[in-house]
């Protein structure tokens, strides 16, 4: 019983960080963005860069082995996820970045399945028109409003997200795949900052949060998201998943100074407890049919 309630314990304190990693990387790079030097192509390079080496040494450590998975296409949505949330940062505070980022990627997931030909049940339906409802409201013209642009490039780095989870699917070991999808990205963005090298800004401080993206919340992340995802089941690691915006906007208030307004809490709601209705009620459909398939 004492290991078992240790065990638990252990899930649950890697899967916080996990979740406060993740939400660090909007909070990273709207802080680098907002209050340091730095330019968004140069955040994006040492971040790809240094993530790339922490997972390079995270894989040699832990297994011996050479990176040698990935492919470059899987490199590219994973390059265009981090430079459009690099560029978005420039105009959204940290809890609508990550909350239009969450509802992109999420809504990529759900389309991809559709089209697969997976059926929404009515409560999946209702959820998810409660979700789009919260994105509109949520960009609809008004002084509360988030920049047109900007909301743009976060939603195309959701779904440039969203592209890159679904490819990674049944990929192999998935640390390994991401360590050679990082290694395949640095090429990339290294054209990327050579074609924008007139823009080109660096401050210590700025440098410091792209390399604390990279190596810390991006690397480090992942890691211990690989190494609990295996005991965690797929409906609650997405619904887990939900905490990250929540966390990146309370990060944004407490050391940012970013205010809550009234829209985006009203969408916060709409689109996360809509997503959620799709979610849980996607397990209690395959709970059913589980113990259909049993009594059958």
């Not at 979740?19 to 140069?42: Q, Y």
């Not at 509109?136 to 047109?148: I, K």
């Not at 905490?243 to 309370?250: C, K, M, T």
């Not at 459909?285 to 059958?296: M, T």
Request: aromatic share 8%; charged share 10%.
């Amino acid at each position: 019983m004492l290991n078992n309630s240790k065990s638990h314990l252990r899930i649950i304190v890697l899967t916080s960080l996990t979740m406060i990693a993740f939400a660090g990387n909007s909070l990273l790079c709207r802080a680098a963005l907002r209050d340091t030097g730095i330019d968004a192509a140069s955040f994006t390079t040492i971040r790809l860069v240094s993530g790339a080496m922490m997972l390079w040494l995270i894989v040699r450590i832990r297994s011996g082995k050479s990176i040698g998975s990935g492919n470059w296409l899987s490199a590219f949505t994973l390059f265009a996820y981090a430079a459009f949330l690099s560029y978005s940062y420039g105009g959204l505070t940290t809890a609508m970045g990550a909350l239009l980022l969450f509802g992109a990627v999420q809504a990529t997931m759900i389309g991809h399945g559709i089209r697969a030909g997976e059926r929404l049940l009515k409560l999946q339906l209702a959820g998810l028109v409660i979700a789009l409802a919260g994105l509109v409201g949520l960009l609809l013209p008004g002084l509360s409003a988030p920049p047109l642009f900007s909301s743009s490039v976060m939603l195309a780095s959701g779904v440039a997200w969203g592209i890159y989870s679904l490819r990674g699917k049944g990929a192999g070991d998935p640390l390994r795949v991401t360590a050679g999808n990082f290694l395949r990205a640095v090429p990339i963005t290294l054209l990327l900052s050579l074609l924008m090298y007139r823009h080109t800004s660096w401050d210590s401080t700025g440098i410091c949060y792209a390399v604390a993206s990279g190596a810390l919340t991006s690397a480090i992340g992942y890691a211990l998201w690989y190494t609990v995802l295996p005991v965690l089941k797929a409906t609650r690691a997405a619904t887990v998943q939900l905490s990250v915006p929540v966390i990146a906007a309370l990060g944004g208030v407490v050391f940012l100074g970013e205010p809550i307004t009234l829209r985006l809490l009203l969408s916060s709601l709409a689109i996360l407890g809509g997503i959620a209705l799709v979610i849980l009620e996607k397990q209690n459909a395959g709970s059913v049919e589980q113990i259909a398939a049993d009594d059958r």
